[in-house]
């Protein structure tokens, strides 16, 4: 079975930085759009951002200008790099990608990694 492992998470002080990887366990046929989502106890998961498979980018209002998502196709990979970060963005962060495994299923299927947790705190 396919996982997407995601890496990076931890404890940065407010106005630091941090980098957030995503690979999977296994490969896929085609995989469409990539994105970080993040949640915090009692709310629902909010998507942070997400990139296109040609690179089109969509950012939450609230990250815009301090989050940048990319990815490496080659490489199966997606990531988020963080700056600036507020105690507000503290969150368990996920990945997910939409994506099929064969050329004979048209269907593309939501993938979700376990969370990495990302505490911002002084």
Known sequence: QVQLVESGGGLVQPGGSLTLSCTSS????????????R???????????????????????SVKGRFTI?????????????????????????CNWKAR??????VFINYWGQGTQVTVSS
């Open 26 to 37: 296994g490969s896929f046929y085609d995989i469409n759009v990539m994105g970080w989502f």
């Open 101 to 106: 495994r064969s050329a004979y299923n048209p």
């Open 70 to 94: 990319s990815r490496d196709n080659a490489k199966n990979t997606v990531y988020l790099q963080m700056n600036s970060l507020k105690p507000e963005d503290t969150a368990v962060y996920y």
């Open 39 to 61: 949640q915090t106890p009692g709310k629902e998961r909010e998507l942070v951002a997400d990139i296109s498979r040609g690179g089109s980018t969509n950012y939450a209002d």
